[in-house]
């Protein structure tokens, strides 16, 4: 096995176990941190893919700026002790994480059941994921999608920041 796909397979194995862990969290703060590391991992995935932009970009822009929001929303929010967490925890837990399973599952026979297996992606692959092509890309074909998402973006910080101008009655 070459070294790129044990890479591959090590830090897919880690994006799982961290995204487990994302979602098993009690406390937000803890879940927010778990996410980081998944940001992480998937910026690794990204490396062995051939793709050091889309991996800094990661890195930069999940693992940093919007992790950043995420903690401060969630210390905005003023979520209160874990008692009342439980509180909302919905009972259906269960069958989600026994649908969820049986995914994994299928997925992984569908995996198994295939006869080329993993193939690492070509060292050509790697410009696909540069500035110039993603640029390229961004400004031509998806110029409108592109200009729709940053006015979204706008509207979004706007709102944020109305909300947080706003006064909290006791």
Partial sequence: MAAETLF????GAAAVGTALAVITRRNPVASALWMVGYFLTLAGLYLTLYAPF???MQVLIYAGAIMVLVIFVIMLLNL?????????????VGLASALGALLVLQ???FLLSRPTGYQAPSPKAAELGSPQT???????DYLFPF????????????GAVILAKRKVEP
């Fill in 8 to 11: 591959f397979f090590l830090f």
């Fill in 147 to 158: 200009e729709a998402v940053s006015l979204l973006l706008l509207a979004a910080v706007v």
């Fill in 80 to 92: 209160g002790n874990p008692e009342q967490l439980r509180e909302r925890f919905n009972p259906r």
């Fill in 107 to 109: 997925f992984l026979v």
């Fill in 134 to 140: 993603i640029g390229q890309v961004l400004f031509t």
């Fill in 54 to 56: 889309i991996a800094v």
